[in-house]
């Protein structure tokens, strides 16, 4: 089956970076887009960043554009979020995904099926 599992998460004070990586197994990586979304206490889980299968093309939500930077290394089954110029509103349990099909938008949320376990990060003012 498929499995995810991220690392990387830590606390940070604002301003600074991290480098989140999710390792992926179970199926041919290179064959499904993958993603990273975030979740903060009390809010509902939202979209970050997504890359096309070949990595191509890459998604952000606005709040993050020109700070986060998405990439794969389908070689090493390995997708990382680069993190730069963090803010406290950041704070939240990172999630990896991966689309359950072949033909899943990177950029369509309901497409992701599979979910790592979530690594948190905290960014502290």
């Known amino acids: 089956q498929v499995q995810l599992v991220e690392s990387g998460g830590g606390l940070v004070q604002a301003g600074g970076s991290l480098r989140l990586s999710c390792a992926h197994s179970?199926?041919?990586?290179?064959?499904?887009?993958m993603g990273w979304f975030r979740q903060a206490p009390g809010k509902e889980r939202e979209f970050v960043a997504a890359?096309?299968?070949?990595?191509?093309?890459?998604y952000y939500t606005d709040s993050v554009k020109g700070r986060f930077t998405i990439s794969r290394d389908n070689a090493k089954n390995t997708v990382s979020l680069q993190m730069n110029s963090l803010k406290p509103e950041d704070t939240a349990n990172y999630y990896c995904?991966?689309?359950?099909?072949?033909?899943?938008?990177?950029?369509?949320?309901?497409?992701?099926?599979?979910w790592g376990q979530g690594t948190q990060v905290t960014v502290s003012s």
């Open positions: 890359i096309s299968r070949y990595g191509h093309n890459t």
């Open positions: 995904a991966t689309t359950g099909d072949l033909g899943g938008r990177p950029d369509y949320p309901p497409a992701y099926k599979y």
């Open positions: 179970g199926r041919t990586f290179s064959s499904y887009a």
